[in-house]
């Protein structure tokens, strides 16, 4: 009797034993939360999309029955990130698609102007050892046909010109001059870093808002740094780009005004500017979280450049001392297409959008990394659309308030709402994402 007691205690320390084990329960407990993101659909000419978003879209046939049905004629794509963060506050990223297709060409307008400012301070760290930095002194001299200089810059507090103040213009209002200073101080280094990078499509080709002829954007200005002293700490010499790059036969519409002459024909961008969504969306994504890149994807800044992005990819133009800008003309949602569209008056406090917008040839593009303070929630969403029904380029005539800032608005809505509803194993520490802007709008 006794030994059989021995036998049946025996078996009872063993069954608790199996049932408290660790590695068992940790098992358990992956097997539940991880459940595997169905692949994406390719088709055959490359276009990728997520099941998850068309049935997201389709709940909402009041917002998006045109946007399915002229999915290809409008050229809709979006990515949307979902963020989800680890224990240590790490995160992990799940993309999902719909329409994108980087051999579908759209342009890009001044979505641009973020890989350009990007590489402006990369640039910067290479030549730390000439003692210059964003806010050093930059004089931009006239050597060729279609140059221009500058000598001074009134939007700044004391009238002198930075890489600083540029990167500033060129994320509170999207300022065409500053990204075409910091394309003549680039040079061809802007292609050749975004292809050592990996992003072997993009073609950044000409200024913008100017039109110069193919020689005259191959050509940069002379450029110099001076100190307090009016000394040279650097300078760069007129140059050319030899740079020959891949051949394209890309062209949009039915027709396009040259000055005030029609032409019945679909308009050349062959040698316009060219980046696929995708690579925007991983730009972005590398100055959000760096290390959810490969390390060759990297951008070489420093802790503070990052800091700096931050706080002007989301402040309002009402928040800046310098350039003072009119809260009539440029109020918190000027710049922030993804779930404000065409919001007038005050946004709210606890979302912030940090993010690179264009619109320009009836494309309308956002790039945007969107966090909510108070409900701790945030996502990566990208969106591209062509809004242009009659088909006309140049005509100052695209369908951008009817098409573009209602779809805009509507997919960051219905994200957003999504995100504030979805599970989260972790709450994200957001506090790296909080900044000190300019002043209290």
């Known amino acids: 009797m006794k030994f059989k007691c021995i036998i049946k205690l025996a078996l009872l320390i063993l069954v608790i034993v199996i049932s408290c084990n660790p590695v068992k329960k940790m098992q358990t407990e ?13 088709l055959a000419d490359g276009t990728k999309t997520d099941p998850f978003l068309t049935d997201l879209l389709k709940q909402y046939p009041q917002y998006f029955d045109s946007i399915l049905a002229n999915r290809k004629e409008w050229n809709v794509q979006v990515i949307y990130t979902q963020v989800d963060r680890g224990l240590n506050n790490l995160p992990k990223l799940t993309n999902y698609y719909f329409n994108v297709n980087a051999a579908k ?8 102007k973020l890989p350009t400012a990007v590489l402006a301070l990369q640039r910067l760290n290479e030549l730390k050892a000439t003692g210059i930095t964003r806010n050093t002194t930059m004089i931009t001299g006239s ?4 140059q221009t200089a500058v000598f001074n810059d009134p939007t700044a507090f004391d009238g002198r010109p930075t890489i600083a103040n540029y990167i500033k213009k060129i994320f509170l209002v999207s300022d065409n001059d500053a990204q075409n ?8 280094y802007l292609n050749d870093q975004l292809h050592k990078k990996g992003y072997g499509e993009a073609q950044i080709l000409h200024r913008l808002q100017i039109a110069l002829s193919e020689d005259e954007n191959r050509h940069t200005n002379p450029i110099k740094f001076l100190d307090a002293n009016n000394k040279i700490l650097y300078q760069q010499q007129p140059a050319l780009n030899k740079t020959k790059y891949a051949e394209r036969n890309e062209s949009l519409g039915n027709a396009y005004y040259k000055g005030e002459q029609l032409i019945n024909t679909p308009m050349d961008f062959a040698k316009k500017n060219r980046i696929s969504l995708e690579s925007l969306h991983n730009i972005l994504r590398s100055v959000i979280f760096p290390n959810s890149v490969l390390p060759n994807q990297r951008f070489n800044l420093s802790p503070d450049d990052y800091k700096f992005l931050y706080q002007y990819m989301s402040q309002y133009p009402p928040e800046t001392n310098f350039p003072p800008y009119d809260s009539a003309s440029y109020q918190d949602g000027y710049g922030k297409f993804l779930l404000f569209g065409a919001q007038k008056g005050k946004l709210p406090k606890n979302i912030r959008i940090f993010n690179k917008i264009g619109d320009a040839y009836g494309h309308m593009l956002d790039i945007a990394y969107v966090v909510d303070f108070d409900k701790k929630i945030e996502f990566f969403l990208s969106a591209e659309i062509y809004c242009n029904n009659d088909g006309v380029l140049n005509d100052d005539k695209y369908d951008y308030d009817t098409i573009g800032f ?6 960051g809505k219905v994200i957003y709402d999504y995100e504030t509803k979805r599970k989260r194993e972790y709450a994200p520490d957001l506090s790296s994402f909080k900044m000190v802007y300019d002043k209290s709008n």
């Open 143 to 146: 050597a060729y046909s279609g």
């Open 406 to 411: 209602p779809f805009m608005k509507n997919l």
């Open 181 to 188: 200073r910091l394309y003549e101080f680039l040079g061809d």
């Open 30 to 42: 992956k097997m539940d939360k991880e459940v595997p993101k169905p692949p994406t659909i390719v």
């Open 105 to 112: 060409y759209f342009y890009p307008a001044s979505t641009v």
